[in-house]
């Protein structure tokens, strides 16, 4: 690892990011089962020597309303888990990250799976910590409905620390809990990274203490330069708290570029994505960000409703409250804004000018690297390893080969004692 | 599918289903966690035309003591569908049944990845539901103990009716029940075979009538051909309590072949094997099959005592107490007998000798085919490849190409509507 290189994520997600890649001429319809597709991304990510691929997971639909859900790029797909051991096997160098709730979960059982997909991957595996704050995936694990934020916080931060126990072999005498009870160390030598990654994403002032408290990455959602800088200091700043160095955690903004050989072309590309997206996908769309169910009935011109707190995602709440404040935004506008880059940065423009944004939010302190969400599967993940990383390379911004082995080794983390 | 002919599973464990498999001089000691091992063994069955590879799994160490623990074949290993997921990969054709349980999981994120490995594998996955019978996992899930048997199955049973709803896209407006609640359909279309296969291998009265309402395929244990025969034909006798035909379960009882060139080579090298059983070790594992911990206070030499009722996998207690009754044999002679082919059917001889005996449960009725047990990996799956399978093909007892692309076209099993 060279200490002035940043890392880079390839999330990969179904036909693509942009809510209506389904829709785009090139789109590959049924991408979400079809692992041949998986293996080419990954390859093509390996080739251009990322840090890692990155799934996201909800166990259930991602939408209530089974009509929008049907007009989403994400209504079907592999759980992750699977289709990352078989990533795996296909593949020699790439981390290979996935989500898993700690909600849905033991914490024996998941810390087991990872270190299974972390051994036969030979110390490529990281998990992502998600709370789940979806009602639909509630509905599916029992009736008593989605916990309360500060519960599901509570319970993950006991989850997250059985977990690294379990991966670091300090169980002692095993854990008993409030939420977990665990006796026995898992049934796996230790991994060969020293543990698997930890990923969270979690912004809200709880989610960020126990990021600071556990995580080794941070993926996270930011439109300006000020929001990741705001973000990014906050987070390091927590980490002495809980004796950890600013350097232990690498935090991954979302960044969702559309890049061509001109801007036009560029430009060109991104509006004719924009075009495709229909009105009322992108209005539940913008209502699942809000955890709402009734914004369609507000006028579509006019301004978001003042709006009550939820139990939902909290951090995800308030970057749509804060861009539509910021922008003066119409519900149609937020909408096709949010839809565009489901809530995450866009660059859109020639390989130098959306390496000119990395570099500006990398050297100025506002990333470590950025987890790349490209708008259409294969070919714009194909468009950013042919522009963007060998721009990156000639600038001595990224590697141009992977200097170890493991995940840990690429993103430059301690191995665990 | 032709109606004379066997189904044949490899069961896949570690270094081998032998307890001293480990001690071999040919052993490959961490052969659980190596990827290059599993991918080997699983293009060896399926150059040789096996239906499917088969895990077993329990969340947590396989024996208490872990001095015991770490004598035995399978202390260490991969949890079975990251495996297999990695395996469906690197395979084509070959069936890819795992292991999973109905007490440490929910139907819907089981359902779930279970149709995920369906789908990257192209219709060739399969559930092997067990409802875990160990105190020893119990402990890594909570401190509530393990769940009395009639429990365990109460909630297998309506487990294993929500999966098959969810699998045949069946849930209608949703299940509310004793143990479970789920409101939607899965995140996947339906799968490539109709449903993943359906396996189960208990053989208690209670489990005999589950599988009798759900299960596909059937694992079981039997030393003799009466024992076997019985177990066929009371299980096919169930069938239409259930509304389902005979031939809708493929019994395959579990069989443990030592093979080579010539008969004495055969018994030489499962005398070999036998001579590395540490006595202390055969007794802990008997002691596991009858779910009590004192049976090292009992003279070695001396018969089995008699035993309270218990709690644990009755089918495997009843099989123990059934051959120390027959053959009037002593703890020690016992823990031999059951270490070396964990309680499984034990044939050692020539190719011609192991086909007449498979040919003879398969024809006369006790068996649809059987799940081979290697004692050591790599070598004696491959023996059994290279002598036994020809020997089957050339008497027209089994395939010499895949009829099918999937688990249920090798099966012969019919296409759930």
Same mark, same amino acid.
């Given at each position: 690892m060279t200490?002035?290189?940043? @890392?880079?994520?390839?999330?990969?997600?179904?036909t693509g990011h942009h809510i209506a890649a389904w829709r785009h001429p090139k789109a590959h319809v049924t991408a979400g089962i079809d692992i041949d597709h998986y293996i080419q991304l990954a390859r093509t990510a390996e080739a251009a020597?990322?840090?890692?691929?990155?799934?996201?997971?909800?166990?259930?639909?991602?939408?209530?309303?089974?009509?929008?859900a049907s007009q989403t790029s994400r209504s079907i797909g592999f759980e992750p888990i699977s289709l990352l051991s078989a990533l795996a096997a296909q593949t020699s160098r790439i981390g290979l990250v996935s989500t898993a709730s700690t909600s849905y979960n033991e914490p024996y059982g998941l810390a087991r799976t990872f270190l299974s997909l972390d051994h036969l991957s030979g110390g490529r595996a990281g998990w992502n910590l998600v709370t789940s704050a979806s009602p639909i995936e509630a509905a599916n694990f029992g009736s008593t409905g989605l916990r309360p934020h500060a519960d599901r916080y509570e319970r993950a931060r006991e989850f997250a620390e059985v977990v690294a126990r379990l991966w670091r072999e300090k169980l002692g005498s095993g854990h008993d809990g409030q939420s977990f009870s665990v006796r026995d160390p898992l049934d796996l030598p230790r991994s060969p990274q020293g543990a698997p990654v930890m990923v969270q994403a979690g912004a809200s002032d709880v989610g960020r203490d126990l990021a600071a408290r556990t995580a080794d990455v941070v993926f996270t959602a930011a439109q300006t330069f000020e929001e990741a800088k705001a973000f990014y200091d906050d987070l390091k700043g927590r980490m002495a708290t809980y004796g950890r160095e600013p350097d232990d955690i690498k935090?991954?903004?979302?960044?969702?570029?559309?890049?061509?050989?001109?801007?036009? @072309?560029?430009?060109? @590309?991104?509006?004719?994505?924009?075009?495709?997206?229909?009105?009322?996908?992108?209005?539940?769309?913008?209502?699942?960000?809000?955890?709402i169910s009734d914004l369609w009935r507000y006028p579509i011109d006019g301004p978001l409703p003042e709006l009550p707190e939820s139990e939902g995602m909290k951090s995800r709440q308030a970057l749509v409250i804060e861009q539509s404040r910021r922008d003066n935004l119409s519900i149609r506008q937020l909408a096709r804004h949010f839809a565009g880059a489901r809530g995450h940065w866009r660059i859109v423009g020639t390989a130098a000018q959306v390496a000119d944004e990395l570099q500006a939010r990398f050297e100025g302190g506002a990333a470590d690297g950025f987890n790349v969400?490209?708008?259409?599967?294969?070919?714009?993940?194909?468009?950013?390893? @042919?522009?963007?990383?060998?721009?990156?390379?000639?600038?001595?911004?990224?590697?141009?080969?992977?200097?170890?082995?493991?995940?840990?080794d690429h993103l430059g983390l301690k191995r665990p004692a």
């Amino acid at each position: 690892m060279t200490a002035g290189q940043m @890392k880079l994520g390839a999330f990969l997600w179904a036909t693509g990011h942009h809510i209506a890649a389904w829709r785009h001429p090139k789109a590959h319809v049924t991408a979400g089962i079809d692992i041949d597709h998986y293996i080419q991304l990954a390859r093509t990510a390996e080739a251009a020597k990322f840090d890692m691929v990155f799934c996201e997971d909800a166990a259930g639909l991602r939408e209530a309303n089974v009509g929008i859900a049907s007009q989403t790029s994400r209504s079907i797909g592999f759980e992750p888990i699977s289709l990352l051991s078989a990533l795996a096997a296909q593949t020699s160098r790439i981390g290979l990250v996935s989500t898993a709730s700690t909600s849905y979960n033991e914490p024996y059982g998941l810390a087991r799976t990872f270190l299974s997909l972390d051994h036969l991957s030979g110390g490529r595996a990281g998990w992502n910590l998600v709370t789940s704050a979806s009602p639909i995936e509630a509905a599916n694990f029992g009736s008593t409905g989605l916990r309360p934020h500060a519960d599901r916080y509570e319970r993950a931060r006991e989850f997250a620390e059985v977990v690294a126990r379990l991966w670091r072999e300090k169980l002692g005498s095993g854990h008993d809990g409030q939420s977990f009870s665990v006796r026995d160390p898992l049934d796996l030598p230790r991994s060969p990274q020293g543990a698997p990654v930890m990923v969270q994403a979690g912004a809200s002032d709880v989610g960020r203490d126990l990021a600071a408290r556990t995580a080794d990455v941070v993926f996270t959602a930011a439109q300006t330069f000020e929001e990741a800088k705001a973000f990014y200091d906050d987070l390091k700043g927590r980490m002495a708290t809980y004796g950890r160095e600013p350097d232990d955690i690498k935090i991954m903004p979302g960044v969702a570029p559309v890049v061509a050989e001109t801007e036009a @072309k560029a430009r060109e @590309k991104y509006e004719e994505l924009q075009e495709l997206i229909p009105d009322d996908v992108g209005v539940a769309l913008l209502s699942s960000y809000l955890s709402i169910s009734d914004l369609w009935r507000y006028p579509i011109d006019g301004p978001l409703p003042e709006l009550p707190e939820s139990e939902g995602m909290k951090s995800r709440q308030a970057l749509v409250i804060e861009q539509s404040r910021r922008d003066n935004l119409s519900i149609r506008q937020l909408a096709r804004h949010f839809a565009g880059a489901r809530g995450h940065w866009r660059i859109v423009g020639t390989a130098a000018q959306v390496a000119d944004e990395l570099q500006a939010r990398f050297e100025g302190g506002a990333a470590d690297g950025f987890n790349v969400m490209p708008s259409y599967f294969p070919g714009e993940l194909d468009a950013f390893a @042919k522009l963007v990383v060998p721009e990156l390379q000639r600038r001595g911004l990224f590697r141009t080969e992977y200097e170890g082995r493991t995940l840990r080794d690429h993103l430059g983390l301690k191995r665990p004692a």
